[in-house]
Nanobody, 122 residues
């Protein structure tokens, strides 16, 4: 069974940067699409970015140009570099394994980490 463990969250001022990591155990990391999601208080969980096993990336519109998703298959680790952070980026960030069907990403239900809190505030 794959376990996903996020880290790297914290408190940062507006305009600052953070780098999140998601360490995966198990053998399916390198062959599957990975994603970052986030959930702010009182809001639905939303997709932040995805990266395929081949390294193709996609971003939600509010994150384009500010966030970068990457992966290190040798280390079974997913990353999210977040720059120019805004208060509205405050949320719990989760990593996930899933797949694309056409243009849509489908998260796998049993492949979520516990999340890491990101708070952007002065």
């Amino acid at each position: 069974q794959v376990q996903l463990v996020e880290s790297g969250g914290g408190l940062v001022q507006p305009g600052g940067s953070l780098r999140l990591s998601c360490a995966a155990s198990g053998s399916i990391f390198s062959s599957n699409t990975m994603a970052w999601y986030r959930q702010a208080p009182g809001k639905r969980r939303e997709l932040v970015a995805t990266i395929t096993s081949g390294g193709s990336t996609n971003y939600a519109a509010p994150m384009k140009g500010r966030f970068t998703i990457s992966r290190d298959n040798a280390r079974s680790t997913l990353y999210l570099q977040m720059n120019s952070l805004k208060p509205e980026d405050t949320a719990v960030y989760y990593c996930n394994i899933g797949h694309y069907s056409g243009q849509l990403y489908y998260p796998w239900d049993n492949y979520w980490g516990q999340g890491t809190q990101v708070t952007v505030s002065s």
